[in-house]
């Protein structure tokens, strides 16, 4: 253990050294990037004058129009036009084909898409006629790149399959554009939620980019490689791969890769829940983008940091954070950036009650998304209308603004979780409208759907267990068969000699020494042994807890919300069905009050498997809550002193769970046996630990059975677990006492 734990510790000193060096060495790069692209401008343009040969230099404008900087559009679209002129009045079919496919490419770079589409659809026809297979394949993988953003996810996968195969099918093959085909299939593959398959397609791409000089290219391909790794929870790795992205973007003085590359650790941390590494992230990609002038980045990062402070609940610059990345997305003419930061900012006005404003900017979000032909994002907008309609019982509006967003999701397989949503705002409306029938549809639409991402979850969870287990798996062969390797070197060392002494000698230094390699390599290996079981057991502890959770959720979200709903229809019948002086009515009441307890009971199963208040407002509330609900039994007064727990982000979800399982066991325990009136709860915060006192007036504890019970042995069990210590004493009639102390658990970091 201490083996691994200096190697832990290694392993942050290295990882740190690296990050401080590549945030310094960047800097004076960004004093150069811009010469740099200018000079190959330059370069170009001096040939483009000197050119004599017209179909030459149409080919150099098109190489020069994608060299621009996002703010000389004007210069790029002229290029491009200069050499569509020229192949058209040669009736050269494959230079205008490949004019389509530059328009494409840069309409699509400045985040116009539908307008990039229909650029690449010109060239696949003009390609297909021509016989020009080359432009057909590249303009094909070009059209499922722009399917991808509007969330046709099914037709982009048809067309890059179509692609790969026929890039494929040329002899030689292009490696680069089959990488950039793959990393694209990466893509898709993640928004879909299929994580792993996502994996196996990037490393595909890796092996198209083995021996590549283009440093461009394999900054996007590591880029994705480093975000699907942080999907699938391998977060070290992922890293590491960041740390490649820096190395190349530095090699290439590029620095919309390096604040692309801050950016994506940024989301890292944030999913990670490690809000404050996250800012710390986004500032420094503020601070570069800042330097480069790129307006872009720094709308994109200013609306990230506005989402960090929004989950930690830091509201205060919250108006100031997204109308400055609004005008950073303006400065750049970036139209889809500016509909992301209009419908975060909506939705966080939403949120916050600020209906007018929040209309205001999720309208102008929903009217751009259409221009760009961004049809999923614009439903996504629509469903957050309809809920800010719903809010403010315009029903309506809502039921136009979610129906219409329906329409959209229907027949995509993306996006699972916005449409559940949106079938729970249906449900909602219709309820309040008193359209029982529809508001039951739509529950069931929303509890199917939940099952399928429940069940999809799972699938995902599974693989990413079978992952980590294979690459553990492979890790240990790999340090085992290093140590026979090194065992073999060794050996061969001492070989030689021709002097009976000597040779004696070196055999009597061999037996040493392998018999000290063997001692410390089954050293190792218990370590190791020692050490895989504590993470097992840690594992088998918080998967219970998920799973408990998980049953929980769906005890509340489905039975409780089906009930709910039998309980409404119920109502309506009894008003509307029954005659006068027929016993039906007093059955239908027996009938309802069965079904809300039942309801009842649901919740308190839910709860008590794992408490609503704690996941959702902490440990603090979770215990006040506890406490409130004994006291208004009136059987027994409970007088609470909590002293600190305001903030427990930083403490690990088990320890909190495992702290109130503590209480709460108590509490139980007093009112079952100990026949209190009166309850002392003290719960403390010192800088490292918290301390539960609690004390009773009950009748005590004098048997060694009551001592030796299933509870107090579980409640022993608990604290424990914690590496905590408990003290419990307790005399006849005069009533008991519990001390226990339990070291802070924080988070992983």
Same mark, same amino acid.
């Given at each position: ?30 004093? *150069? ?7 190959? !401008? ?24 994608? %060299?621009?900087?996002?703010?000389? &559009? ?30 494409? $490419? ?30 057909? =394949? ?8 722009? *399917? ?22 040329? /002899?030689?093959?292009? /490696?680069?554009? +089959? ?55 391998? *977060? ?33 941390? &944030? ?42 609940? #830091? ?23 500016? =509909? ?7 939705? *966080?006005?939403? $949120? ?34 309809? /809920? ?9 509006? =809502? ?16 996006? $699972? ?95 040493? &020494? ?83 307890? !039942? ?24 215990? #006040?809550?506890?406490? $409130?609900?004994?006291?208004?039994? #009136? ?44 309850? +002392? ?12 006192? !609690? ?11 009551? /001592? ?38 924080? %988070?992983?970091?």
């Amino acid at each position: 253990m201490i083996l691994s734990q200096s190697n832990h510790l290694y392993s942050s000193y290295i990882f740190f050294s690296k990050l401080l060096k590549a945030f310094l060495i960047a800097i004076p790069f960004l004093l *150069f990037s811009n010469g740099i692209g200018q000079s190959k !401008i330059d370069s170009l343009s001096q040939l483009i004058d000197k050119e004599e040969i017209p179909a030459e230099k149409a080919r150099l404008h098109l190489e020069r129009a994608v %060299l621009f900087s996002k703010n000389e &559009r004007k210069k790029s679209f002229n290029d491009v036009a200069v050499a569509l002129e020229y192949y058209k009045s040669k009736g050269d079919k494959i230079g205008e084909t490949d004019s389509y496919i530059a328009y494409g $490419n840069l309409h699509f770079s400045y985040g116009e898409p539908k307008q990039a589409a229909h650029f690449d659809s010109l060239a696949i026809k003009l390609a297909e006629t021509s016989s020009y297979n080359k432009g057909r =394949a590249v303009a094909t993988g070009n059209l499922g790149r722009e *399917f991808i953003n509007f969330g046709n996810l099914k037709q982009a996968e048809n067309l890059l399959i179509t692609a790969i195969a026929q890039e494929e099918s040329f /002899k030689p093959q292009d /490696k680069a554009r +089959l990488a950039e085909l793959y990393n694209r299939y990466c893509i898709l593959k993640g928004a879909q939620g299929n994580y792993v398959e996502s994996l196996a397609l990037i490393e595909k791409a890796l092996e198209f980019c083995e021996g590549s000089n283009d440093d461009k290219l394999l900054t996007n391909v590591y880029n994705n490689y480093a975000n699907t790794l942080s999907r699938l929870s391998k *977060f070290d790795e992922a890293v590491e791969v960041h740390f490649k992205v820096i190395r190349l973007s530095e090699k290439m003085q590029d620095t919309t890769a390096l604040l692309r590359t801050y950016n994506n650790l940024g989301i890292a941390f &944030r999913n990670g829940g490690e809000y404050d590494k996250a800012i710390t992230y986004y500032k420094k990609s503020i601070a570069l983008a800042k330097k480069a002038s790129n307006y872009k980045s720094l709308g994109l990062s200013l609306v990230n940091l506005a989402t960090v402070y929004s989950q930690k609940e #830091q509201l205060d610059a919250m108006d100031t954070l997204y109308t400055q990345g609004i005008h950073y997305f303006e400065m750049a003419s970036d139209k889809g950036g500016i =509909a992301f930061a209009n419908h975060n900012y909506g939705n *966080f006005l939403v $949120n916050t009650k600020h209906y007018a404003e929040a209309d205001k900017r999720l309208e102008k979000a929903y009217t751009l998304r259409k221009e760009i032909g961004a049809t999923l994002s614009a439903a996504s907008t629509l469903s957050v209308l309809g /809920k800010s309609a719903l809010e403010q019982k315009k029903w309506n509006v =809502a039921e136009a603004y979610l129906l219409e967003a329906e329409t959209v999701y229907k027949g995509k397989n993306r996006a $699972n979780r916005s449409l559940k949503e949106l079938y729970g705002y249906l449900k909602d409306l219709y309820t309040e409208k008193g359209d029982f029938k529809k508001a039951l549809q739509y529950q069931t639409q929303e509890l199917e759907l939940e099952k399928t991402i429940f069940t999809e979850n799972e699938k995902v969870n599974t693989l990413k267990t079978e992952t980590a287990y294979e690459m553990e798996k492979r890790d240990m062969q790999m340090a085992l068969q290093k140590e026979k390797e090194e065992l073999a070197r060794q050996r061969l060392l001492f070989i030689g000699g021709g002097i009976t002494l000597v040779l004696l000698l070196l055999s009597l230094s061999l037996w040493l &020494r392998r018999k000290q390699l063997k001692e410390r390599h089954q050293a190792q290996i218990i370590n190791l042994d020692q050490e895989h079981r504590l993470n097992l057991s840690k594992s088998l502890k918080q998967t219970e807890q998920q799973e408990r959770k998980k049953i929980a959720h769906k005890l509340h979200d489905e039975a409780g919300s089906m009930l709910s709903i039998a309980i409404l229809n119920l109502k309506q019948l009894k008003s509307d069905v029954f005659k006068t002086g027929s016993n039906a009515e007093q059955k239908l009441e027996t009938t309802q009050k069965i079904l809300t307890d !039942i309801s009842d009971s649901v919740r308190n199963i839910s709860h008590t498997l794992m408490p609503v208040v704690l996941e959702k407002y902490g440990l603090k509330a979770a215990i #006040q809550e506890m406490v $409130n609900a004994v006291n208004t039994s #009136q059987k027994l007064k409970v007088e609470e002193i909590i002293e600190g727990l305001d903030d427990t982000s930083t403490w690990s979800e088990e320890f909190c769970l495992t702290v109130y399982r503590i209480v709460q066991e108590v509490m139980n325990n007093i009112i079952k046996h100990a026949q209190a009136t009166n309850v +002392l709860l003290q719960v403390v915060e010192l800088e490292d630990s918290v301390t539960i006192y !609690i004390e009773d007036n009950g009748k005590g504890m004098d048997d060694q059975a009551a /001592k030796d019970g299933l509870g107090l042995k579980i409640l022993k069990s608990n604290v424990e677990y914690l590496n905590g210590t408990i003290e419990i004493n307790g005399n006849t009639n005069k009533g008991t006492f519990i001390l226990a102390e339990l070291p802070i658990e924080k %988070l992983d970091t």
